[in-house]
Structure formats: C-alpha cells, structure tokens
C-alpha cells in the first residue's frame, strides 16, 4: 500500500518534472526571503531599513508596509498591491468565494477604516520638562509629535488595531526617544530614575500580547524608548560562529546583513520582517527553523540589559556555566519590566548550500498528527514542520494565484483528481503538512526521504513543493489579510500555545469548538471560521496555533466580543493542558493567569526581582506581574 | 414554580393499529453522532484491552501480585468477556414484537413526551450522550431500547447488574439487546474496576453508543428516589474532565407506572419475605401479570443536562494536567462533592418529570385515615389535594373533562386489591387472602403488605410535599415562631432524613426557603423578617403536611427505642433488621399502628441516619455496632421523639 502510494506519486512528479520547467532547481541557494518582502536590491546594506518617522512606509492603523494591502477590485477579484512579496501584484480568483463562502460576508458590506490619523483626538503629551530638557542636553533624539506618539501606543492585538482604525485613541506616551547605542540608553535609564518617568521600551512593535498599551493607572509622563536606530551588528567572530549585534535590530535586516556575509542566524519568527532582537530576546521567540537552529534561548550567547540598578551581563562568552539559576532567564521573556535589552551575542551559522520545500497531505488531521509525533519521536524533524488542519488548508487554497499556463491548471486537476478518487481521502477532512528542509544537498534529499516515509506510514501522500511553500506564504501574509477582512466586518486574530503530544488532538478539537459555542451563545450570526496548526514539534509536545475570525455585522460591540471568545478559548486551552503561552508572551492580556499558570511562589520570585532590580517601577509598562 | 412540560404522545395506539411484525422488521436507521467513530462489538473489546490505561493497570497489578503480566490480561479479558455486551439488531427487532404483544397486553397506554425526544436527536448528534432513567421495575430498561428503537435513535448499552446474567437464556438475550453486565460490588478489585471504567469510557469516546444506567443504582423497592450513586457518573464524566470529549449529554428519563408490576413483590421483599432469585422459569410464572390491567406508563426524556455547564466553575480540569491521563486517579475532594451535587440534581430532576395519578392522591389520604373514609369525603379531600399538590407544582395527569368523584371511583377500580369497599365506605384491606384461620402476626403481615403496597404509591408524591411538609414539622416542634428556630429544627429533620429522601446535602437554606415560599404562596404562612407566623386558615394544610412524614418519624422512633431499649452492649449488622422487625411486631400488636417501621428500607435508613448523625457507632466493618446513645448525647432529637 505504502509503496504503491509512493510509486505512483513517483510517476506523478515525473510527470510534473515534464510539464513544468523548474528554474529554482537550478540556483538552489535561495533563502526563505521568497515568502516574505524582498528589500529594493539597490539599497545599500548599511543603509536603515526602519526609519524614525515608520508611518512614512508602515500603516498607522494595520499591519505592515503602506504600499501593501490586499483588495478586491472593481471586478471583485482579490489582489495583492505593491511590489515586494511574491504575490504583489497578483490576482488571487478564489479568494472572494473563500471570503464571503465562510465568514458570510458580502463585498457590498464595506467597514472601511478612517482613513487618517485625526490629531486631534491626540491628548496633549503630558511632558516632565527637566527629563526632556536633559535629554535634549545629553543629545539625544526625541519627539513628541502626535504620529510618532500614536505609533508606539499599539501593538497588533485586534483590538488595538480596531480602535485605530475607528480613529480611537486612548492613553499614548508622551515623548518617545531615540537612542543610538548602549551608552544612550544607559543615559537615558539614568534620566528616568533620575526624574521619575515611565519608561517603556519599543522594539518592532509586532506586540500581540497588549505589551505595548500604556497602563491607565500611569501618572507619570510615559517615554517610548525606540531601539530601532540601535541596529549596527558591531562584529562577526568566525571562529565561534557568534556575532555581536545591537538589539533594535529587526529580523530581516539582520539575516540579510548576516547572508551578506555568509551567515545566518537561522532564528525566524512569523513577524520577522518587523520584530527586533531585542523583542525576542524579552518575549522567548521562538523561529519556524527552530529544529534547527534553536529558539532564542537556546541561540543567545551573552545578554546586556541596562536596568534602573545598572547594566547586567556575563563575564564570559563560553558556551554554557553552572553558575547558579541562569541569569539570561531573568531577561528572557522580561517582557521590557526590567530594563531594555541593548546588545546580543548570538550564534551564527553558515547558510546552509541548499533549501527545499515540501509538502504532504494525510486523509484527515487525527494522521497528521501521528505522523509530526512519529518524526518527533525519532527526532527527524525538518527545519520547519507544519501541520494545517482541513480548514486552513482551504484557506491556503483559496490563496493560490491566478495560474499562468495551462498545463499548470491541468495538473492541478490531476492532482486533485488522484487525491480525492483515486485515493479516496475526504476533501472536507484532508489536512496538509509543510515543510522545509535545509543543510547540504545530499543530506537534504536524504532526510526528505526519510521524512516522506515516515508520512507514508500514516497514510501520507506528498504533494510538491508548491503547496508547501503557500503554506509558509501564508504566514507572512496572514496579518495582512486580516487588515482586508476588517474592510469587510470580519474580525479575527490569532494565538497559540503548546501541549504534550498526547493532548494536541483532544486541545485542538476542543479549543475549536469552544470559539464556535462561544461565537453562538454571544449571538455571533455565522460560524465563525476556527482554526488550527501544529506549528513547532519538541520532544514532549508541540505548539498549536489557532486563528479565529468572524463575521460581526450587526453586532454592537465585535471587539468585546471577540475578547470574550479569545477568553474563553484561553481558558479551554488552560483545562485541556495547554501553556498560557508558546511564544506570544503575556504582555497585559494574559496576566490574569500567570498565578495560576507559574503557582504563587514562581509569581512572588519573579516579583521579587523585579523589587530588587526596578523599586521605582521606572519600567512601568504593566506586563507579566 | 409552574413549569411548562411537554404533552404526551401514546406509543401503544400505532401499534395497536399496525402490524406487530411489520414494526419489528421495518427499517431502522437511527441518528448518529457526528463525531462517531466506526466499530464493531468485537472491536471494542480489543481496543479496551490495548488501552495505554488497562495496560497500565495490568502491569501494575502483575507486579504487585508477582503473577505475569499475560496472566493478568487474560483475567482482564475474561472480565471484558463476562462483562460485555454484544448487541444485535435481530434481538432487538425480536423484543420489539415480543414486547409490542406483551405491552398492549399489560398497558392502556405508554405515554411519551415527544418533545424530549426531539431534544434527544438533536443531542445524540451533538455530543455523547447519557441516559438515566429512574428505576421503578425491571420493565424499565425494556421500555427505554424499545422506545429508542421505535423513534430510530440509537440503541443504548446498558449497565445492568450481574444478577440477570444468572437467568440462563434472559440473560444472554438482554446481552444481546444491549446489557453489559457489572459485578455488585467489587470494592477493591483494580482490575475490575479498570476494565469496567474503560469500557464504558471506551464506548462514551467513540460515540459507539448512548451509555444507560441507573443513578439509583438498583430498583427502588419503595417508589421513592434512592440515595443516587456517584460511581458510573464518574466514568462517564471524566472523559470531558480530561478534555477527551468536548461535552457530555446526560439525559435524565423519568419513568413511572400507574401501577406498578412488582408492586407486592417489593412489599414482600421489604417485610423480609426473600426476593425469588432471578431465574428464567421464575419469569414464565410471573406470566400471571400478563393477564391484569396495570394502567398507563409514562415515560418523560428531560432536557439534556451538558456536564460542561454543570461543570462550569466547580471543576478546574487542569487538576489533571500534571498526571498522563491513562494513569487512573481518585476524583478529588472538589471532584467528589461535585459528582455529588450533579447526582442529586439529576434525580431531583427525574423526581420533578415523574407523573403522577390521582390514586396516589388518594393512597396518601387512605393511609393517613386507617379507618377509612366515607366516598364522598374521599372525594373532596382528593380534590382538595389535587390543588395543593398542583401548587406545589406536582406534575399531576388528572382526566380533563371528569368529575372528581368519576376519577377517583375510576383509581379505586384500579387498585381494587389493596382496598375493601363497602356502603360507600373505602378502606385499605386486606382482600385476596384466604379466609383461613391465621396467626395474629400472619394478620399483621398480611395488613403490612397493603400497607407498604399503598405507601409506594404515596412515595411517588413526597417529594412534592417534602420541604413544606419538613418546615411544617419544625413549626410544630419548634418552641417559638422565631426563624431561626424554625430553621434549626428543619435543619435537624433535614439531616435526620436525608437517607430517606433526595435531599442534596448543602441546600439547607434553599431547601428551606422554597418551603417558606411555597407555603407563604398558598397562604398557610407570613413569613416576617425574624418570625414565621401560621395563617388562621392554615392550620389543616399544616396538619396534612406533618402527617405526611408521619409514618417515618414513627418509624425511626421505633428503631430508636428499640436501640435504646433492646439491645446490650453490641449488636450485629446482620441481626439489626429482623432485631427491630420482631420488635416493631411486638408494638404493632400491642395496639400501635406503625406498619411501615417493618420496612427493612426505613429500618436501613435509620440506622444509616443514626450512624452519619454520630448517634451510633460502627465498631468494625461488617460486625458490630456500639451504641453510645443514651438520651443525653443526642440532645436535639429529644424535643420531637418526646412530641410522639
């Protein structure tokens, strides 16, 4: 059964080979870049990608570049504008059908976004003169501009974006401030113990946890302090794979300085054309690669984080210590209430010679989630290893781009075809893992094999490269699409946890019908689309990530009752075995449960540090305690 | 306090219309459970056998006993065997012509709300469901597949006790209808129990079929809710404690017969005249019953209880997140009291669907007038209760368009083996006995069988009356009309009596005000602040209600004295009963009139009652019990024994 499955997709992807010429065979070095924005290639390196004023290329109100948005056009078709992703400038047909097919929405039903920032609706900055006074003498960059206060007021928790895009804008900080090095923060730690003002640290801004929202209990002036200037790798050490580099650097930048030169670092989180070092350092991100390469616990050499009671680091770069509880974990997932991160030394690793996507579709999700415990199990996990559940898989779907020939569209069908006939497999319960596999050719193909006979043992047929690469596509376009669904009353927004293997089914089904009960009994008119993946796969569990949206016309408070919902699936998750959190964080939405979640002497431990190391609360953002 | 129930709908009328043999062979396609995972009978047993839980269990017991661990499946796999079901569809296409002949035979009409079994489709789709019929005869369980199988629902398994399975062929044609068989008691039998659990469990998750037991436990002798057990309702909850399935339907079923086949059966049984064990030619005999008339059955499918929502706020689930779920855990503290609480809500609900016929009005008021009553008193006293009762929110059928003195000459004809009637004058008697010359205590026993026979009757509507009838109580004993007084000694009665009613343990206070407002609504009471005063008309419905509890006040004062006057020193479990059945004898010709303290259910009651009030202690399990009575130690109960 299993060879003969495997045998006739052989001939399936000889068939394929015929069809369709395959150029990214050839230059095979191509990084994960292809999913998410390309950089003008004219652009100089060095040169800063995050500029001061971010509204000049980055929405006010909804996710990422200005010139990049989804619409539907005048013929209703969906499309993608602006030049820098792959699907830029493509029409996607079954998108429309997707969109008003699940959420019940209708193109005529516009909720379209005010369309800018009313300054006047910006409260006057409550300003301590001295502070700013001293801060102007110590030469450093400050603003209290209303776009620039509004802009890191937020992160991208739905109802934050929401709210901005009614024009609402609550409690902002007041000044927000520069700093270009190590010694700047250093000085500008001083300042705020020194007069007393609220310091909250900004590195991409990709929040979604409502790190970011100012606490309304906050009496004093409220300084953003904007890392993105700090954005220098200071050295490459070749001889450890370790580099040096400043903390407010984002994501993208730093892999495409590092590829520059050979290296990578392998970390690559979802957000991370705009989430900072920095920010991954105080949230445990956690990258797709992560099989690889680690999460950033496991890829941070040496910290330094400037707090009110001074600078802490580590004497040394060896590699581990025994020197009692690791210091690094008091600054890991700190969530910025202890200090701001400013330099890292991180591992580095060669880009690896050769890349590959992949993709495999099982019958239902049930296999497919035998199958990633299978690889977990004998510890073959690709760099990346993701399981879609049925709907998501639609999704994806929906997402394909207007195929150009025909031969493609023709193959498309056979594919179809020989899935749902000839295979039998149910289109409404098939599921599909992505993946990516990464190192030297020859292991690369090696380890695909092993990969895809492990699948066939649980019914696993693969199905190319393409659907893989859409899969991952999706990602990095995802918050993009929500922006589009609010055009059209839909809602929705994403968040995860993680979970002994045993559990994963029971927690996903669980969660996932819990947002649906939910929906209903707050009189949410259609089923709400609720959805899953396995994203990550460890040794003892793996992480689940849920996306949740819904059609709220008619309703008069969507936003509440999206929180209510979210709630209520957090809670489920609670009871089924889940973590508060994978990689998200808890910011100030999910403080409630820390107690609980850590018992009440973790809680009073980390309380208790941040006493020793913040008395005055000068990091008053709120979050985690 | 009205609600609104659903009408009935008579099963027997179709079938007396069409053919038996039609209705047995005709398609059957029942509604399934969205989330049902295919399996056969035999599948399952395989699937329980390699479950990660009874593995562990087998290795566990194996390394504790030094037996192999082969060894121990195999045990495990003849208890799987024993207990299993194999239900099959010819069998139950068989019983559904036996019965369909049997049942017009036996009823006038089975009544089903139709209603509750919409609600039922809808939740059989839903999520697992769980059927709990109350227990009244051994007709129940029939009933319940026949009628599941007459509205294409799925056909439940059913727990039933291993007793059946002696009856050779009976038993093995209930097992083929969908019985699984459990051991009475098997205490500490890991294996067992882990079998039995994963069973259940096993056919709950997969959605192989409704699971039906009986929170009871077994069939109440007395027509009164049993003390429900908490044992079944564990397993069948802990798959959604455990996050294994999404939610839980338990669909409580409410079952009641105007008369009741075992009706003297059971009288018997509880003035110690032994059971017959069950046997297959023991049930041809009882083919007698075929030729009487037993009235109409009903049969009520409540609203489906979603153990999510009950659960909701009493059960942090992650209290099972740090142990793997295969490894078996005793419920918690919070776990128990919940499964507790949950129990007595569901029979409170069975009680509250359970309808009601005029002759257990009328048995009511017979018992309470030994000497009988004059027709037309009868008559307007019935009447009279019929609308307290339906105050109270009784769930009363009572003919629409009839006379009070038709329906209650109609009852009378029903149950005329229980009664003498003469010039107008009914009475409770003894009437199919041969006129012989007997013993007096043959005479007594005699009288006590229709005594008890016509008490089942009046149990089915106790609970109707049971707050108001304990508040009255405490008014009476009560040496003020202060509240709190009043409260104390409702309190006191409550506690006395909660082995003998469904009382949920921690509603004292709700219990207490739904009777102050009952009462208070009907006028019998002005409930001020600090004081409960009794109205100027009240005095006879307060009388009425106090000697409704009278026979069991007299009763347990009958094992009082006879703990405080006969025994020495100790006394064993198993001489208790006859003990104080001899002595409630004696009394019983020595003029007094308790016949109900010869029940070996009130005697158990109050002994129970006594040990959990401390009144009495058990020394050693099984053996002997140490009385520290001595009026002095049980202060409280002073006031009301001494009021008798």
């Known amino acids: ?625 | 306090m009205l609600k609104k129930r659903d009408d009935f709908e008579d099963i027997l009328e179709e079938r007396r219309r069409s053919s038996d043999l039609r209705y047995a062979l005709r398609c059957y396609t029942p509604t399934l459970y969205r989330g049902l995972v295919p399996c056969k009978a035999s599948m399952l047993k395989s699937i329980v056998l390699q479950s990660d839980h009874l593995q562990y269990v087998i290795k566990q017991v194996s390394s504790e006993s030094g037996e192999s661990t082969e060894g121990v499946s195999e045990e495990a796999s003849l208890i799987l065997d024993e207990m299993a079901h194999c239900l099959q569809l010819s069998t139950i296409r068989f019983f559904a012509f036996t019965l369909s002949k049997a049942f017009k035979r036996l009823f006038r009409s089975v009544c089903v709300n139709e209603e509750g079994i919409q609600r039922l489709q809808q939740a059989v789709q839903e999520h697992p469901v769980v059927l709990l019929p109350s227990h009244r005869s051994y007709m129940d369980f029939l009933m319940m597949s026949y009628l599941l199988y007459t509205y294409d629902l799925p056909l439940p398994v059913i727990a039933a006790g291993m007793d059946f399975m002696s009856m050779k062929f009976v038993g093995e044609m209930l097992r083929m209808s969908g019985a699984f068989f459990i051991r009475r008691s098997f205490g500490g039998d890991k294996l067992y129990w882990a079998v039995f659990s994963e069973y259940v469990k096993t056919m709950l998750r997969n959605g192989y079929a409704p699971i039906e037991f009986f929170l009871e436990g077994t069939r109440s002798r007395t027509c009164k809710s049993l003390t429900p057990k908490t044992g079944l309702l564990n397993i069948v909850m802990e798959p959604f404690f455990k996050g294994e399935l999404f939610d839980v339907n338990l669909v409580p079923v409410s079952i009641s017969y105007e008369r009741i086949l075992e009706e003297s059966l059971y009288a018997r049984e509880l003035l110690g005249i032994p059971k017959p064990k069950e046997s297959t030619s023991g049930l041809l005999k009882a083919r007698r019953v075929l030729s009487e008339d037993y009235g109409s059955m009903y049969v009520y499918f409540g609203h489906p209880v979603s153990v999510r929502s009950l659960a909701e706020g009493k059960i942090n689930r992650s209290q099972y997140n740090l142990l793997p779920r295969y490894i078996p855990q005793k419920p918690s503290a919070d776990t128990h009291e919940f499964l507790s609480d949950a129990a007595f809500r569901l029979v409170r609900i069975q009680e509250e669907n359970m309808v009601l016929k005029p002759w257990v009005l009328i048995a009511t008021l017979l018992l309470q007038n030994p000497d009988g009553l004059d027709l037309s008193s009868l008559a307007e006293q019935t009447d009279w209760l019929r609308h307290l009762a339906l105050a109270f929110g009784a769930f009363l059928d009572w003919p629409d368009h009839e006379a009070c003195s038709e329906v209650v000459s109609c009852s009378l004809a029903l149950h005329r083996h229980l009664l003498s009637v003469s010039a107008g004058h009914v009475q409770l008697s003894v009437t199919d006995v041969p006129q012989v010359e007997t013993t007096p205590e043959e005479a007594v026993f005699h009288q006590a069988v229709v005594v008890l026979s016509c008490a089942s009757y009046r149990n089915q509507i106790l609970h109707v009356f049971l707050r108001p009838a304990l508040l009255a109580m405490a008014m009476q004993s009560a040496n003020s009309n202060r509240k709190d007084d009043v409260y104390n000694g409702f309190n006191f009665l409550r506690k006395v009596f909660s082995n003998e009613f469904i009382l949920c343990p921690g509603d004292s206070v709700q219990d207490f005000e739904e009777a102050c407002y009952l009462l208070m609504k009907r006028g019998v009471l002005q409930v001020l602040e600090h004081e409960i005063v009794m109205s100027a008309s009240g005095h006879s419905t307060l009388a009425f209600l106090s000697s409704v509890l009278d026979p069991f006040l007299q009763g347990y004062q009958v094992v009082c004295r006879y703990l405080c006057e006969e025994t020495n020193e100790n006394l064993t479990e198993k001489e208790f009963i006859p003990a104080v059945r001899s002595f409630a004898l004696k009394l019983i010709l020595a003029g007094n009139t308790c016949y109900e303290a010869l029940s070996s259910d009130l005697q158990k009651n109050a002994l129970a009652a006594f040990l959990r009030l401390k009144a009495v202690r058990k020394l050693c399990l099984f053996t002997f019990l140490f009385l520290c009575h001595t009026g002095g130690k049980i202060p409280t109960q002073k006031p009301i024994l001494a009021r008798l």
């Open chain 1, 1 to 625: 059964m299993a060879s003969n499955s495997s045998s006739a997709q052989q001939r399936l992807r000889i068939i394929a080979g015929h069809l369709q010429k395959r150029p990214e065979e050839e230059n095979a070095s191509v990084a994960a870049q292809e999913c998410k924005a390309e950089a003008p290639r004219s652009e100089p390196s060095s040169a800063t990608p995050v500029p001061r004023r971010r509204q000049e290329i980055m929405k006010w109100n909804g996710w990422g570049y200005s010139d990049s948005r989804f619409l539907f056009n005048k013929k209703g078709q969906a499309e993608f504008t602006g030049k820098r992703y792959r699907l830029s400038g493509l029409i996607l047909p079954s998108l429309k059908d997707w969109f008003e097919g699940t959420f019940g929405a209708n193109l005529q039903h516009r909720s379209p976004a005010t369309p800018s920032l009313n300054l006047s609706a910006v409260a006057p900055p409550h300003l301590n003169q001295p502070f700013v006074e001293d801060l102007k003498a110590a030469g450093l960059s400050v603003s209290h501009d209303p776009e620039d206060r509004v802009f890191r007021a937020h992160g991208h928790c739905l109802h934050e974006v929401f709210a901005l895009r009614e024009g609402r804008i609550g409690r902002v900080p007041d000044v927000v401030v520069w700093p270009s090095c190590h010694n700047d923060v250093e000085k500008i730690v001083e300042l705020a113990c020194k007069h007393n003002v609220c310091l909250i640290p900004y590195g991409g801004g990709t929040s979604v946890s409502s790190a970011l929202e100012c606490p309304r209990e906050e009496t004093r002036s409220i300084v953003s302090l904007d890392t993105s200037q700090m954005n220098r790798i200071l050295w490459i050490d070749e001889k450890n794979l370790t580099a040096h580099v400043e903390a407010g650097i984002i994501g993208q930048d730093l892999e495409r300085q590092l590829n520059e030169r050979g290296y990578c670092t392998g970390h690559e989180p979802d957000s991370m054309e705009f989430s900072s070092l920095g920010g991954w350092v105080a949230t445990r991100a956690s990258g797709m690669k992560k099989n690889i390469y680690g999460n950033i616990e496991d890829l941070v050499v040496h910290i330094k984080m400037v707090t009110p009671r001074g600078v802490i680091e580590k004497s040394c770069l060896g590699p581990r210590m025994s020197t009692g509880p690791d210091i690094h974990h008091f600054i890991l997932g700190s969530e910025g209430t202890l200090g701001v991160v400013t330099e890292v030394t991180l591992k580095i690793r060669p880009v690896p010679e050769y890349q590959k996507y992949g993709s495999v579709v099982f019958p239902n999700f049930q296999q497919g989630v035998a199958c990633l415990r299978e690889v977990a199990r004998q510890r073959c996990a690709p760099a990346s290893i993701r399981l879609m559940d049925n709907e998501q898989f639609q999704f994806g779907h929906a997402l394909k781009p207007q195929v150009s020939s025909i031969f493609t569209s023709f193959l498309d069908g056979l594919k179809k075809f020989y899935i749902t006939k000839f295979k039998g497999f149910d289109p409404h319960h098939l599921c599909v893992a992505t993946l990516l596999f990464e190192g030297d050719r020859g292991k690369v193909l090696q380890h695909e094999k092993q990969v895809y006979d492990i699948a066939a043992k649980f019914g696993g047929l693969a199905a190319g490269e393409d659907n893989g690469q859409r899969g991952y596509m999706l990602t990095f376009v995802i918050a993009y699409l929500r922006d589009l669904g609010m055009d059209y009353y839909v809602i929705g927004e994403s968040f995860e946890t993680s979970v002994p293997w045993d559990r994963v089914l029971d927690l996903c089904r669980n969660v996932k019908e819990r947002i649906v009960r939910e929906c209903k009994e707050r009189g949410v008119q259609f089923p709400p689309l609720s959805t899953c993946r396995v994203t990550q796969t460890y040794d003892a569990g793996a992480c689940v990530y849920f996306y949740f949206a819904f059609n709220y016309r008619g309703l008069s408070d969507p936003v509440h009752i999206y929180e209510q919902v979210e709630h209520a699936a957090r809670e489920e998750i609670l009871a089924n075995g889940g973590s508060l959190s994978h990689h998200h964080g808890v910011g100030k939405l999910r403080k409630e449960w820390m107690k609980a979640s850590v018992s009440g002497v973790g809680l009073g431990m980390l309380k208790s540090v941040k006493e020793y190391v913040d008395p005055q609360n000068i990091f008053g953002n709120g979050n985690l305690l």
